[in-house]
């Protein structure tokens, strides 16, 4: 069994291993030391180097060259794109290190198989990023849930709400839009919520079925005139809510969302920000935290340029994909989707995604025959509330993550896995992480699933996932 120190190396110093992950290494250097990158991007290796203290002989352009060395610590963090993971997460585990993958496991069925099954063989642990099963939120709902106060779970509403914004970023301009090139949105987006929809009711689905379409994100839907980028004189840059340089050099839809959720201070500053920027740059003079918010420079900037200047937004916005006109783009995801999955105990589930939401957020309805469970996560905060039909006993729980914005991404998920991934490797319980990859890969497998339900528009039953 290690020392208490465990050391990693990362693969894919990009949003994910740089700025979500690691930074568990900088706070807590007596648990977690990184020893080695790479990462073909030279400013992003650089920079991770630097952070982390690497010297040049430990920094490698890609996970081949430093996988070719003897294992240098126990951990590996392989925080590549979707297809880029079953490569390096294979060599990884067959170099002797335990693994610490991004979901999606891989975006092809066959592939998540084989991950599992190098686990299985290797003995190295192989945990998939899995962030919510981490959050506060879904472990209080998940204890409530199985403490039977519901009764019998008879109906159950889960609802992934992508916020218009984001959509556009991430699956219509960005890296996840095209489903061949990386995964079918129902995996990359909502493998966490088929993962965490079991784990809380506790019983898997035994048939599923699924419908939903690209409906808004097409070229008949352009507004007129609309030329292939939003700086080539958009006719509709004051009204559009997808107008680039609205989204990235305003920022207004995201100070909105980081508003929205969050508490106190921080919840009224970045309103104000939205309304009057000149009146949080001056307050900043004296209260100088505000400065963070006008000097903002963290997702989804960082996804245009390293280190980005307004400069550099406009810029990417002129030439970049970054500035295309969303209703000209090579998108082929979906921006709605529905999953209805029966569950072991005869309960029905639906699982909705889509992309037009005003805030991002999920939402979950739990309806059980002694009561009911309604949840926010992520809209002002999170909380579950709970009311029992005989007594009409109403309790709420605040189930935010309050102590700290630095780095707790998804409501303190991404933190708190690196945690238990460490733990992990320390307890040596081998078993306890197999049976994790192996709910992971029933959460791939139900994707795949959906999707092919959704394309075929047949009803499939559990033999054709398990
Ligand atoms: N767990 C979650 O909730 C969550 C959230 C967002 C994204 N993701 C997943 O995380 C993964 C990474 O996403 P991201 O936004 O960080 O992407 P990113 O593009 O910012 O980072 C990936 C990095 O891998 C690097 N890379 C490419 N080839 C490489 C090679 N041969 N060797 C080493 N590094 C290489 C790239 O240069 C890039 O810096 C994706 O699979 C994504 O779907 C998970």
Redesign the pocket.
Known sequence: MPDSKIKAIL??????????YAPYALQHPDELQFVAV????AL?RAAFAQQHHIPKEYQ?????E?LQKPALGEAALV????W??TA?AVAAMRAGYHVLL???MSNLSADCRTLLEVSRQSGQQLHI????RYTPHFNKMRELVQSGVLGQIVQVEQRENVSFWHMAH?YVRG??RNSQE??PMIL?KCC?DLDILPWVLGQNPVSLASSGSLMHFRPENAPAGAPQRCLDGCPAADTCPYYAPHIYLEMSPFWNSVSDTSLGFNRWATHAYTENPALIRALSVFVPSLKQIPNYGG?PL??LAQNPTAQDIAEALQTGPYGRCVYHCDNDVVDQQVVLMQMEDGASVTLTMHGHSHHEHRSTRIEGSHGRLLAEFGNGGSRITIDEHRTDWHVEYITSKVESDNGA??GG??LS?VASFLQSIRSGDTATALQGTREALQAHLLAFAAEESRLTGKFIQKERWI
Do not use: M, Y
């Open positions: 693969i894919g110093a990009g949003q994910r291993g740089a700025q979500s790479a990462e073909p991007n992003r490698f352009e890609s996970w081949e430093l925080c590549t794109q979707d880029q993971h390096p991004e979901k999606p990023c899995h962030v919510l991430s890296n996840w990386s995964s990359a966490h997702w960082t996804v991404g998804h998920g991404d896995l």
